[in-house]
């Protein structure tokens, strides 16, 4: 147990379909993070939400719109997805220091859902 | 634009030592990090080296070299469940958040 959950856990969709998967982290952090992780392929960072605001976004598709209501909870909602975008998705959540030198490195990871796209 | 360099495998033998490379070239550095993750499991954060020289935690090291853009993570007395993926991170200022490798899947063998 990292202190952050993701549900689903699975999730199989079509690609008319329209799903949300939900992160939510219980360590009081103010950072969350989306990314996707594919088969032989490095973790690849797709939203960066700080103190609830959307600081990065890596030229994701607009078939994913995340959206953070507070710090604890994160969505990505999902739709008209490709057969492409099957992977691994994770979220993840730090605390980002708002003075003096940050603490890098430490990121803690949910179990990811795994979604795969018909 | 960012990269990270580390082999894709390793193999090695369950009480041996293993050493995992990890060379990068990104545009600013504040310091490297290492995840394991085993499979099905998320990545789970085991060192991180801002300045130049080893970090010693348990079984495992961690080795940095700021000019040489080169770092290792040591495993020692290797377990048969330290079988997973090893990922080395670099994050290039304050304000962005981690670039990831692509990973080196370790076997440890009997």
């Known amino acids: 147990e990292t202190g952050v959950t993701q549900t689903p856990r699975h999730l199989v969709m079509g690609m008319t379909n329209k799903k949300s998967l939900k992160c939510e982290q219980h360590l009081g952090h103010n950072a969350m993070y989306w990314y996707k992780q594919s088969a032989k392929k490095p973790l690849e960072l797709m939203f960066v939400?700080?103190?609830?605001?959307?600081?990065e976004n890596n030229s994701v598709p607009s078939r994913f719109s995340p959206e953070c209501p507070n710090s604890s909870h994160l969505f990505l909602h999902l739709h008209t997805l490709q057969p492409e975008d099957s992977a691994l998705y994770l979220c993840?959540?730090?605390?980002?220091?708002?003075?003096?030198?940050?603490?890098?490195?430490?990121?803690?990871f949910g179990p990811g859902t795994r979604l795969t796209v018909l | 634009g960012q990269s990270l360099e580390q082999p894709s495998e390793v193999t090695a033998v369950e009480g041996a030592i293993v050493q995992i490379n990890c060379t990068y070239q990104t545009s600013g550095f504040y310091g490297l990090s290492w995840y394991q993750q085993h499979d099905g499991g998320a990545p789970t954060f085991l060192s991180y080296?801002?300045?130049?020289g080893l970090e010693e935690t348990g079984r495992f090291s961690s080795f940095l070299s700021r000019s040489d853009s080169y770092g290792y993570l040591l495993l020692q007395e290797l377990q048969m469940k330290d079988s997973a993926s090893y990922f080395c991170?670099?994050?290039?200022?304050?304000?962005?958040?981690?670039?990831f490798g692509k990973g080196t899947r370790l076997s440890v063998i009997a």
């Open positions: 993840a959540s730090s605390q980002e220091r708002t003075s003096g030198r940050p603490k890098v490195g430490e990121q803690f």
């Open positions: 080296n801002a300045l130049d």
């Open positions: 991170a670099v994050r290039r200022s304050g304000n962005t958040p981690l670039v």
């Open positions: 939400y700080n103190f609830k605001e959307q600081t």
